[in-house]
């Protein structure tokens, strides 16, 4: 009965590691350790290093190239703050978005004095009268002069091909501090988004004297990353779990160490909502975090979208059982499903709703991540559990107690004591899947009859659950509840079944109405103030009927008869209630059922009115006008 979701294995690619022309002579600097074979990126840091020794202006920049996100600038200043280079006075500037010189000179500024990065430091023009204000000296330099007697050893500009200014006058001015001042200099980009491309490559000759090919620094990333985490508990958890962190992104081949710090961040947030109990159950945690980590990492790369991760069990187990006839492309769900042979993907740990308040929304929600948590099979025990979710959770409980959650399944449907909507649909659900499996022994049709004589029996008991305040009648959005989606709910039979619940449930909602519009009246009596927030749309949580004609089932002669014993003050009230209702044309929308009553309402009012004192008539149809017939479109004769 049960049927396993199989993973197929999935074989990484190994990339090759490139460098660049070399123009200085070697050195030991140079050399390569076979040790560092391990570290893609090791040549790199050997070459930096004897970049950052030289005794001599070098009169060249050095180039990390590589996609955004890779871990450039981790890398550059892992190895520019390495004691074992000696910590060199560095200034680092981030050109992302900079539109002129002067703007690029505040920023070495900045990186120079960390004071201006103060919320009193306000810039406005050049940096250099700041620097003086501060630091209470008087600067008659000019801009160029003073950052060449700052001493600094090395220059870094991050984000070139993010610069707004043009590339070549970009680095023109990067070239005054290698060529003309003698300074060091390495420059972080993605040459593959610089968009002058000829003229970057006409002075790229002239300025860059080697380029190096980043590859991602996972290891040292992840280390910085975890030692970074303030929470210890987020943190221990993200330690004991490196290496699935570590193979789900080699796996996703991500490249995007800012993606992984943003997931682990996100995995924070879920695991400082969990009690201590949820945190020491290992096998709990590392499936949570594997299910988070490789449905992040789909997401941002974009193979995924808030839509794959609904219904995520349905269709993994669906395709899982039509995929030897080809007939349909797999969902891209199972895709991703199948590029982690390490991670369930159909895991239920966290519902579909969670991950995506998670994942896309950045939305945590405490109490509903304890709930999916306690409901999954590391926490549920059967025992505890409702026996359709057992029948749900097939693939995570043993088949005695399968077996055992089916028969309490019919049991209880056969004496009809599933009455919440959501459970009676995922009943349903679970019935006609089980009939397809040939679990029980009835037809898909044999079951959609069952169900439907199911909700005849509610229905003729006044059983069925009505809607709740406001819920459109006319259409059901249950393909899912309780977080899980409902099995064989993109079937004719589940269709014909939740159309006939809906047909159902909307003619018991109109049966009631007689009841409900008593009840108004009363409130009309008793409590005009009660009855104008049931009937009008306002911000009180009584207003559940202000778009239900509930008060076409009320005889308008009983209504009038009611409304004229009012003393007048209330009788103003209830009418300004009517105008409040049927006001913006609701009359004529969800509330047109009651134009033809509110008529007869308007027709007895006047005809009252014209057997009262003169002053008494003036004043009611004053309100009736009012409150009725700017609403009907009726012109007041007076």
């Known amino acids: 009965m049960l049927v396993a979701i199989v993973k197929e294995t999935y074989m990484q690619q190994g990339k090759t590691v490139s460098g660049s022309e070399g123009i200085l002579p070697e050195s030991n600097h140079c050399i390569r350790d076979r040790s560092a074979t391990m570290n893609p990126n090791q040549h790199i840091k050997d070459f930096l290093s004897y970049y950052l020794s030289f005794q001599v202006p070098p009169q060249f920049a050095v180039l990390l190239d590589g996609p955004w996100g890779i871990g450039k600038t981790f890398f550059v200043k892992s190895i520019v703050n390495s004691p074992s280079n000696g910590e060199p006075k560095h200034v680092y500037v981030s050109l992302y978005g900079l539109t002129s010189f002067d703007e690029i000179d505040d920023a070495i500024f900045r990186s120079m004095y960390p004071v201006l990065e103060s919320k009193g430091a306000k810039i406005g023009g050049r940096a250099l009268k700041t620097i003086g204000k501060y630091l209470n000296i008087e600067i008659d330099l000019k801009t160029k002069e003073f950052i060449n007697r700052a001493g600094t050893d090395l220059y870094i500009f991050d984000d070139l091909e993010r610069c707004e200014l043009p590339i070549n006058a970009v680095m023109g001015y990067i070239n005054g501090f290698v060529e003309h001042d003698g300074r060091k200099v390495i420059i972080i980009a993605n040459e593959a988004e610089i968009k002058d491309a000829e003229g970057y490559r006409r002075i790229r000759e002239k300025l860059i004297g ?3 090919h980043v590859q991602s620094v996972f290891n040292d990333a992840m280390d910085s990353f975890t030692d970074s985490i303030q929470n210890a508990l987020v943190r221990s958890a993200v330690q004991a779990n490196s290496s699935l ?78 995929r030897e006839s080809h007939e349909v492309p797999p969902p891209r769900i199972y895709v991703a499903n199948s590029r982690y042979p390490t991670v369930n993907l159909a895991s239920t740990i966290l519902s579909d709703e969670t991950l995506v308040n998670v994942i896309v929304r950045g939305f945590v929600d405490k109490d509903q991540i304890r709930e999916d948590l306690d409901r ?29 959650a089916i028969a ?81 709910a993109d079937t004719s039979e589940y269709r014909e079944v939740r159309d006939y619940l809906d047909e159902k449930r909307r003619d018991q909602d109109v049966e009631r109405r007689p009841e409900i ?94 057997r009262m004192t003169p002053v008494s008539k003036v004043i009611l149809q004053a309100l009736v006008a009012f409150g009725l017939e700017e609403a009907l479109g009726i012109q007041s004769k007076s």
């Open 517 to 610: 519009a008593e009840q108004l009246l009363a409130n009309m009596a008793n409590d005009v103030s009660l009855f104008t927030r049931r009937i009008c749309l306002t911000n009180h949580d009584d207003n559940e009927f202000y778009d239900i004609p509930v008060l076409a089932s009320l005889d308008p002669q009983r209504f009038t008869e009611k409304l004229l014993d009012l003393h007048p003050q209330e009788q103003r009230a209830a009418i300004f209630a009517l105008q409040l209702r049927y006001e913006r044309g609701r009359i004529d929308g969800e509330l047109a059922a009651e134009r033809e009553w509110a008529a007869k309402v308007r027709e007895l009012l006047l005809d009252a009115s014209n």
């Open 408 to 488: 309490e399944m019919e049991r209880a449907f056969t004496n009809h004591e599933f009455v919440v909507t959501g459970e009676m649909l995922h009943v349903f659900g679970l019935r006609l899947w089980l009939a397809n499996l040939g679990a029980i022994s009835r037809s898909k049709r044999e079951v959609v009859g069952e169900c439907k004589d199911y909700i005849d029996f509610l229905y003729s008991n006044r059983g069925l659950e009505l809607p709740s305040k406001h819920e459109s009648l006319t259409r059901f959005s249950f393909d899912s509840y309780d977080g899980l989606a409902i099995h064989q």
């Open 210 to 212: 080697k380029t190096f």
């Open 376 to 404: 999954s099979s590391f926490f549920m025990t059967v025992a505890r559990e409702p026996s359709w979710r057992t029948v749900w959770n097939a693939h995570e409980r043993k088949e005695e107690e399968v077996n055992g």
């Open 245 to 322: 962190i570590s193979d789900i992104y080699h796996k996703c081949e991500l490249n995007n160490l800012r993606v992984l710090q943003q997931t682990i961040w996100d995995f924070g947030r879920v695991h400082s909502c969990l009690e201590d109990r949820h945190r020491a159950n290992d096998k709990a945690m590392a499936e949570l975090m594997g299910l988070l980590f490789a449905l992040s990492f789909e997401i941002k790369v974009g193979r995924l979208t808030c839509d794959d991760l609904k219904d995520r069990f349905s269709n993994l187990f669906v395709y899982s059982m039509k």
